[in-house]
Structures are given as structure tokens and as C-alpha cells.
């Protein structure tokens, strides 16, 4: 493992003598520069992984070092030093994005603590934004929402006004349309998009615990909390928090989410410490939210809180002119996943799945086509292949007696099996969250065969 290396810039030789034998003794590569344009030379040659700096020095004082650096590089870590305690200047060199501050004669002690959490720091931050910077490219909105209708143009021109503010989006569609793809191209393609992504899907956890997975927990503040745990709003930072199926969450904490957004800030559960609420809010639903609110299902004031910015998803029997788009790209992420190379439609098929209503939307349409390359053993598909009656939304595949219950055991269950009882993939597929999946392989008592 390479050492890390610290930089010390200090006028008196003394002190920039003893810090660096100090530092050597703890392990660290360390270089020097007297004052700091020879310092500030040696960061953009060596690029240090921690900078201890004095504040007064000739030329160039450590205040101006830091500002140039941060220009160069946000993430380097930079520990000032002064012999004057000067509240304007720690303020100032707090705010400029100073990693600590310290006062001489330096408590060795000390240092030494900041030292090893400036290069803790250092680690972490370059790890989530390595994380963030994949799903970034991972993510790309025009390889992800395809389509070149007129109602998906409309969609486009609201993602790109509100991707360049913090505004509150309400996503409204039926289920399959894409909802989540929509909140995650309005995160990525604006000034959100060097921060995290959190997705809650309100019907996936249950209410007791939904609470504290928004708001996080303090340790003790309820049975089995044994730990501190930060929720969701306090993980999304000033990035952004996706609330998936909003209108299904309880009364009670629609008043919760009421105040975090009127006071713009939060406790966790069993907390007294307010946290600042910095997310941009993003939520969706499936149902037609103006009617509950009118039946009183869902609170007046929080519906328009949420609804500053509202997108109509377009169901795809309404935008029938992006089916071959579409068909074109799922059939190439269909088989990159399953190693086929199914890429050829016959015109009976293109026909056939025009004329199909699609009640599922663009995720029924992606069952049907994985479906049908599963089928497939050659490289164009066919009519034969095309199982439409096998889909979930329709019924004639099943007896009328059947419950819906049974009909999403049945769904399920064949799903896993498909996938070897992958289970990421299979939510992926059925569209639910991870956790959703494992509470309905829970309540169908469903098992793995030997």
C-alpha cells in the first residue's frame, strides 16, 4: 500500500522541520515548501493527499493557497495553521473549505486525530463520488427514456426547465410508464447530478418502520433500534429524494412530510437534533391523486406542496408512434442480458404489438419481449413467440376464478425461475423494489426448488 503524502508549508524552518520528522515518525510521506507559491507549485506536480498549511506567510497567505486549490480540486483536504486566534479568519477558512483549523503551539494529539480524519475524508469522498460518477454514466437519460412522440417531447421539455433548479416535481402515470427513469433523468441532467439518488417506495416498507427509514433513527428509540441510523432524506444530502407511490402513504405521516417541507428541516425518530433538509423532492404516483384529495384520502395542503411542477407520463397506447423505437431498444438491453441476439421483428409482429393496448405500459411490453427472446431459437422473432395472453394484464390467461393474488403468486414464481432465483433481477423485471419482492416471496411462502 502507497504512503500517503502530506505537504507542510510553513515560513519558519523550525516548525516545518519538526512537523515533518513528526509526521515521517507516524508513517506518512512528507514534503516541504517555505512559503506558498513553492507550496502551491509542489501541489499541482505532486498532488499531495493532505495539505497542513500556516495562514500568515509572505507572497501568497494560506487563505489564498486554499482558495486556489479548491478551484483546482474540491476534494483536497487542508489543515490551516496560525499563531493568531482570529474568529474572522477561521470563519473565512471554514467557509472556503478548510478541512480543520488549528491553533499554535499545536497539540500534537490533536493534530494527529485530524490528520488521520482529513485522509479518512479524503478516502470516503473520492469513493462516493466515484459511486456517483458511474451511476452518472451508468445512467444516461437519451439510452434510457426512448421515445420521439409528441406527448414524450412535452415530457423532455419539463425535464430539462426543472433539472436546472430544486423545484418539486409531482410524476403522475399509470404503472409501467417509466415514473422513476423520469425522476432519475431530472437528477442526472441537472445540479443535482453530482449528488446522491434515494429512492423510497412508500408501499414497500411497512408504516411502522417507514417513518424512521425517511427520517433515520437515534439508538434506543424503539425496540431493536440499537444503533443510530440516518434516513433517507439526511443520506440524499443536496441530491435527491424519490418518493415512489406517494399517494398510499398514511395520514399520519403526510403531516410528518407536510412539516419537513414547510420548515425545510427534520429530527430523526426518538431525536431531539434538527437536521436541514437540503433534498430536492421528487415524488409519483399511479392513481389520480386530485380524487383522493377530494375524497379526503390524501391532505389539500401536502397535494399542493408537492404538486408545484407536475408530469403527465403518457400511457404507450397513446404514443403507439415510439413502439418500434422502443422495441428496437429493449430487444438489445434484452439481449445483452439473456447472451442472445434476437434482433429481427417480423411485420406481423411489429403489427401485432401495435395493435395491443398495453395496459402495463412499457414495462409489459419489456415481459412480453424478454418472453419471446426466451422462445426464440433463431434471430429474428415471431408471431409464435409473442405470448400477449401469458401478460399480467390479461385476464383471459387465467380462469375467471382465479384472485389477483394468485394471478401475482403465479407471476412471480415464474419469474424467479426464469432468472435461477436471481432476485435483484427478478424485481428489476417485475418492476418492484428489492424489498417488495422479498415480502411477497415471504407472503406466498414461495421457496427455491432443490
Not at 308 to 331: A, F, G, H, M, W
Request: glycine letters at 6%; a negative charge.
Amino acid at each position: 500500500m502507497t504512503m500517503e503524502k502530506i505537504l507542510v508549508i510553513d515560513d519558519d524552518e523550525s516548525i516545518r522541520q519538526t512537523l515533518s520528522n513528526y509526521l515521517k515518525r507516524l508513517g506518512y510521506s512528507v514534503l516541504s515548501a517555505e512559503d506558498g507559491i513553492i507550496g502551491f507549485g509542489i501541489i499541482q506536480n505532486q498532488q499531495p493527499d493532505l495539505i497542513i498549511s500556516d495562514i500568515k506567510m509572505p507572497n501568497l497567505t494560506g487563505l489564498e493557497l486554499l482558495k486556489k486549490v479548491k478551484e483546482i480540486d474540491p476534494l483536497t483536504k487542508i489543515i490551516l495553521i496560525t499563531a493568531h486566534d482570529d474568529v474572522q479568519t477561521t470563519i473565512d477558512a471554514m467557509q472556503n473549505g478548510a478541512y480543520d483549523y488549528l491553533e499554535k503551539p499545536l497539540d500534537i494529539e490533536r493534530l494527529k486525530v485530524t490528520i488521520s480524519r482529513a485522509l479518512e475524508s479524503k478516502t470516503l469522498s473520492e469513493r462516493i463520488d466515484s459511486l456517483i460518477e458511474n451511476q452518472a454514466e451508468e445512467f444516461q437519460p437519451e439510452k434510457r427514456i426512448i421515445g420521439k412522440s409528441k406527448p414524450m417531447r412535452e415530457v423532455y421539455k419539463i425535464i430539462g426547465q426543472v433539472s436546472a433548479n430544486r423545484v418539486t416535481v409531482l410524476l403522475q402515470g399509470e404503472s409501467g410508464t417509466g415514473k422513476e427513469l423520469v425522476a432519475k433523468s431530472i437528477h442526472y441532467s441537472g445540479i443535482t447530478k453530482s449528488e446522491p439518488f434515494i429512492a423510497v417506495n412508500c408501499t414497500a416498507i411497512t408504516e411502522s418502520l417507514l417513518e424512521s427509514e425517511l427520517f433515520g433513527h437515534e439508538k434506543g428509540a424503539f425496540t431493536g433500534a440499537d444503533r443510530t441510523k440516518k434516513g433517507k432524506f439526511e443520506l440524499a444530502g443536496s441530491g435527491t429524494i424519490f418518493l415512489d407511490e406517494i399517494s398510499e402513504m398514511s395520514q399520519h405521516l403526510q403531516v410528518k412530510l407536510l412539516r419537513v417541507l414547510q420548515e425545510k428541516e427534520f429530527e430523526r425518530v426518538g431525536g431531539e437534533n434538527v437536521i436541514p433538509m437540503k433534498a430536492r423532492i421528487i415524488t409519483a404516483t399511479n392513481r389520480n391523486i386530485e380524487q383522493l384529495v377530494k375524497e379526503k384520502k390524501f391532505r389539500e395542503d401536502l397535494f399542493y406542496r408537492l404538486n408545484v411542477v407536475k408530469i403527465e407520463l403518457p400511457p404507450l397506447r397513446q404514443r403507439k408512434d415510439d413502439i418500434p423505437i422502443l422495441v428496437n431498444y429493449l430487444l438489445q438491453k434484452i439481449n445483452r442480458e439473456l447472451h442472445k441476439n434476437v434482433l429481427k421483428v417480423s411485420d406481423e409482429v411489429m403489427s401485432l404489438l401495435n395493435q395491443h393496448d398495453w395496459t402495463g405500459n412499457v414495462r409489459e411490453l419489456e415481459n412480453t419481449l424478454m418472453q419471446a427472446v426466451v422462445l426464440t431459437n433463431g434471430d429474428v422473432l415471431l408471431k409464435e413467440h409473442i405470448l400477449l395472453k401469458n401478460q399480467f394484464s390479461d385476464s383471459s390467461s387465467f380462469p375467471l376464478d382465479i384472485t389477483l393474488a394468485e394471478v401475482e403468486k403465479k407471476h412471480i414464481s415464474s419469474v424467479l425461475e426464469h432468472y435461477k432465483w436471481n432476485k435483484p433481477k427478478t424485481a428489476e423485471t417485475l418492476g418492484i423494489s428489492l424489498p417488495t419482492l422479498y415480502s411477497k416471496i415471504e407472503s406466498y411462502k414461495l421457496t427455491k426448488p432443490e
